[in-house]
């Protein structure tokens, strides 16, 4: 069974251009889960999305925004580059939001993304 | 809001030793508790989880932890570690319902011959 695949592997861009990342999830999740990993801030929760709608985001400023698709993958798209957004961003991937417990996340690889 | 926090940002230990990390969490509720490792380069790959019962939870790779209530901490533990081992292991805390996890730092552990 394939696992979480994230697209492209390295991304370079310069300050104030735009930046798409995308995530494919494991065959029958339907949440998808951004993070990123920057130096020296650890990993902090960006975005989840579950069945198409925006469910939870971290304390991170309107230009980055994501979607998901009908399929189930999802997109991050960060907006007016600046050079702190230099970071790893993760995607992860669950079985559907279930109210009373908890589904495992699992890890695809990583976006890695320098902005110059 | 929960928190997760790891105290050890780097470790070093002998090929060979017992290895300790340590995590303390700030949850309301029961957390559910994770720890994840990962090798350079690489994304996060899930080593063991507390959602309930015994406190004493084992996980792949020969790791295990110890949900202490009482000290609110998650511990990770591996009675002999090998130079496979050197990678960076997180700490995080799951909440009920909204499945988003929280991670502390981060400690990165060295092994040395």
């Known amino acids: 069974e394939a696992g979480v695949t994230q697209s492209p592997t390295h991304l370079i861009k310069t300050r104030g251009q735009q930046a798409t990342l995308r995530c494919s999830p494991i065959?029958?999740?339907?949440?998808v889960y951004w993070y990123q990993q920057a130096l020296g801030l650890g990993l902090q929760f960006l975005l989840w999305?579950?069945?198409?709608?925006?469910?939870n985001r971290g304390n991170f400023p309107p230009r980055f925004s994501g979607r998901q698709f009908p399929n189930y993958s999802s997109e991050l798209n960060v907006n007016a580059l600046e050079l702190e957004d230099s970071a790893l961003y993760l995607c992860?991937?669950?079985?559907?939001?279930?109210?009373?417990?908890?589904?495992?996340?699992?890890f695809g690889p990583g976006t890695r993304l320098t902005v110059l | 809001a929960q928190s997760v926090t790891q105290p050890d940002i780097h470790i070093t230990v002998s090929e060979g030793a017992s290895l300790e990390l340590r995590c303390n969490y700030s949850?309301?509720?029961?957390?559910?508790l994770f720890w994840y490792v990962q090798s350079p380069g690489q994304g996060l790959q899930l080593l063991l989880k507390?959602?309930?019962?015994?406190?004493l939870v084992q996980g792949i790779k020969g790791f295990e932890a110890e949900f202490k209530r009482s000290q609110s901490s998650f511990n990770l533990r591996k009675p002999s570690v090998h130079w496979s081992d050197a990678a960076e292991y997180f700490c995080?805390?799951?909440?009920?319902?909204?499945?988003?996890?929280?991670f502390g730092k981060g400690t990165m552990l060295l092994v040395s011959p």
């Open positions: 507390y959602f309930s019962g015994d406190t």
């Open positions: 999305y579950d069945e198409g709608e925006e469910r």
């Open positions: 995080a805390v799951g909440s009920r319902g909204y499945s988003t996890l929280t």
């Open positions: 065959s029958g999740h339907t949440s």
């Open positions: 949850y309301g509720a029961t957390p559910y």
């Open positions: 992860a991937s669950s079985l559907a939001r279930a109210v009373d417990t908890y589904n495992e996340q699992f």
